[in-house]
């Protein structure tokens, strides 16, 4: 077997930092990284991003070296991404914090209100569904993170998880703050019963659930999922999936819908902020999804567009 | 796109300053007699006087010394001054705020929100800790790299 030597340069410096000189012609990136990661441990594999340009993209894990367009001497060119973090550890803090912190605040634990009204239980039956509500989604997207979903990367920079729990914890305490309130204000009947509203939001988290990427039949993608074979994602006999005649990405459809019902039960205008930041954010990654179907697929459906169905 | 300043540091400016006008001392009357509106409004006079000399001159490319030298060196001074002006002038504004309950909106009512503008004045005074000194030491930086550039520019000449 011929062996391809390989070395491994600075992207930034041009500096040599590894010759492997015994590479096996199949061996993938994978390999080649735990192989650099034996001389520069503090550079573990999920850190390193290998190139075959200095300001080209990332190679993957899975591209074997025989593949690639090099010559005798293969040579990639290193980059540090930063501390990494797992996907799964990120995502179970920033989910579990909402929960724990929401709760904290329905049960009127003492220094958050007055004195007078800790552990206190409101009258309000639009509060204790909200309750219902919110928690149940954070266990749902908590049990989603350790049994459905499956990572194309599994790390992120470390500094996402200070980012990403700011936003979610804050948000949560703000809206769980004036929620269970005691001098909370409960829609009035005339504009839509609690119930209404409350099942209104319950079916679009399950909704949501069902049509979240990791559900959708094998070979379809999403934000989180790669799998090997790629495949336009069709509605199925699942009511939930028909959204996939009109969106792209209808977890998204579904999770914005959900938030606005749980706005509108609520009454609250803390809930409705978090729904519009939720809602631009989830449109920029909704649009980009959308962008690179039509480039991968060229019978991509044409009526379909990225998360409201004929307007956005 | 027409100077190399960074947007992001430049908006932050710009709207930091808008909110000293308008939101701190057009919106609490009581405030505008202050001398520490006298003392923000020299310091942002000098400096933006400076500046936009300095951008004008740089576009034409003749930039003489002198005006570099006052936008890389005054800094020291006015930056300072100003931040003491701006500071002062929301310190007094405060029982004013206070007293009127400006711009908040409290518990009961039925968008379930509410905003204490006091607090908020408060918290905007806090985070001139950590921004002041990083503002401050980049211009430093700045100064060092830039004036020491010119120095090696005229040794070679």
Redesign the interface.
């Known amino acids: 077997m011929r062996h391809s030597p390989v070395e491994i340069l600075d992207a930034k410096t041009r500096e040599k930092l590894c010759f492997l000189d015994k590479v096996e012609p199949h061996a993938t990136i994978a390999e080649i990284k735990n192989l650099f990661t034996k001389t520069h441990p503090q550079w573990y594999p999920a850190r390193q991003s290998l190139r075959l340009d200095p300001k080209g993209k990332s190679l993957k894990d899975e591209d074997v070296l025989q593949k690639l367009p090099v010559g005798t001497t293969a040579t990639l060119y290193f980059r540090d991404l930063g501390a990494q973090i797992s996907w799964v550890t990120v995502f179970l803090t920033e989910y579990a914090g909402p929960l724990f912190i929401y709760l904290l605040f329905y049960f009127r634990v003492p220094f958050i209100y007055g004195h007078k009204y800790d552990f206190t239980s409101s009258r309000h039956t639009v509060v204790h569904l909200a309750c219902i509500c919110h928690s149940f989604h954070y266990i749902k997207r908590l049990l989603e993170t350790l049994f459905v979903h499956r990572f194309s990367h599994g790390t992120m920079p470390l500094r996402n998880i200070f980012k990403n729990c700011t936003y979610y914890w804050g948000f949560a305490a703000w809206m769980a703050y004036?929620?269970n309130?005691p001098?909370?204000?409960p829609p009035s009947n005339l504009r839509s019963s609690a119930g209404e509203t409350g099942a209104r939001h319950l079916c679009g988290k399950e909704a949501g659930s069902v049509t979240s990427p990791s559900t959708w039949p094998c070979g379809t993608c999403g934000p989180l999922v790669r799998s090997k074979t790629r495949k336009i994602p069709y509605p199925t006999k699942n009511p939930f999936t028909w959204l996939f005649l009109l969106v792209s990405c209808p977890n998204y459809t579904y999770e914005v819908g959900s938030w606005i019902g749980f706005a509108i039960m609520?009454?609250?205008?803390?809930v409705a902020l978090f729904s519009l930041v939720g809602f631009t954010q989830m449109t920029i990654w909704a649009k980009g999804k959308h962008r690179s179907y039509l480039k991968e697929f060229r019978d991509y459906p044409p009526l379909r567009m990225p998360i409201i169905p004929f307007l956005l | 796109g027409i100077v190399p300043s960074s947007v992001v540091l430049t908006s932050f400016q710009v709207m930091s300053r808008v909110f000293l006008i308008w939101a701190v001392t057009h919106s609490v009357k009581e405030v505008q007699s202050e001398d520490s509106v006298l003392l923000f409004v020299i310091a942002w006079t000098i400096t933006e006087i400076i500046r936009y000399s300095f951008y004008t001159f740089s576009l034409l490319n003749h930039l003489p010394y002198l005006i570099k030298w006052a936008r890389y060196t005054l800094f020291i001074v006015l930056y300072p001054m100003g931040v003491s002006g701006e500071l002062l002038t929301i310190y007094a504004a405060l029982p004013f705020v206070r007293q009127a309950g400006l711009y908040s909106i409290s518990?009961?009512?039925?968008?379930?929100?509410?905003f204490d503008y006091y607090a908020f004045l408060i918290l905007i005074m806090i985070s001139y800790i950590p921004i002041f000194p990083q503002l401050y030491f980049h211009m430093i930086h700045q100064r060092r790299k830039i004036l020491s550039h010119t120095e090696e520019h005229k040794k070679f000449e």
């Open positions: 004036y929620i309130h001098l909370y204000t609520t009454q609250c205008l803390p | 518990l009961p009512n039925k968008y379930n929100f509410s």
